[in-house]
């Protein structure tokens, strides 16, 4: 296992989908519902998991091929639409990830979330998964005229929390994340188990650390904000 630096870390930020929530399992059965209604054979579960860092976009575009999938397009909104209704039947915080967070809580340890996913989704979903109270700060993809990689949602989050960035780990399994987290002078660990392409490779992104489980994740965390030897 890798380790962060020596520094003093006191917060911890987390992506949403395929970092802190196993969200594919209702992303995917969106996409695929919507293809079988179109008269599209689905795409494979494995496939649409590995995309779902990409967004409702990019899931339409791997679903949709033959159509330029834009922001706010009729696929799109019914994309959203469906999503809506369907946020948290099965997602869940990733399996050894609720001790982490337990962890945090009972040292005080502000945690919070920095998504891409807009805010009328991302909302409900931490809202069903009992998440609401217990974060710092939530900044969605909406939330700010920009999002990640801009830095300016990392920013914002540490002052929702009144953390210090340099002083914040952000945890994200795509390069956008930890291009932001960068950016905003934080520590940057990604997640190798994550919503990961084939033709993507962590270990281009530069993180800091590269935790290739929730467990080693767990591990790198509490002891970077000294809460385990």
Not at 68 to 87: I, T
Not at 210 to 228: C, D, N, R
């Amino acid at each position: 296992m890798t380790e962060l630096n020596g520094e003093e870390y006191n917060a911890v930020l987390f992506d949403l989908d395929g970092t802190l929530i196993d969200t594919a399992p209702d992303m995917v059965a969106v996409l695929q519902g919507m293809q079988r209604d179109h008269g599209i054979e689905p795409v494979p579960y494995s496939v649409g998991r590995s995309n779902v860092s990409n967004g409702a976009i990019g899931l339409l575009s791997l679903g949709f091929p033959e159509i330029d999938v834009v922001f706010g397009d009729q696929l799109h909104a019914e994309y959203l639409e469906r999503y809506a209704e369907n946020v948290c039947i099965e997602s869940m915080v990733f399996e050894g990830l609720s001790e982490l967070l337990d962890e945090l809580d009972r040292a005080e340890c502000p945690w919070g979330i920095v998504t891409n996913k807009p805010k009328q989704l991302t909302g409900p979903l931490v809202v069903a998964l009992g998440l609401e109270e217990r974060l710092a700060c939530v900044v969605s993809g909406d939330t700010l005229p920009v999002r990640k990689p801009d830095p300016a949602p990392m920013f914002l989050a540490c002052d929702i929390a009144g953390v210090d960035p340099d002083c914040t780990i952000y945890v994200g399994d795509a390069e956008r994340d930890i291009e932001a987290g960068q950016r905003a002078g934080m520590a940057t660990i990604a997640a190798g188990y994550g919503y990961i392409t084939e033709d993507d490779d962590p270990r281009e992104w530069d993180a800091d650390v590269i935790a290739m489980s929730t467990e080693e994740l767990t591990q790198i965390v509490l002891k970077a904000v000294s809460l385990e030897s």
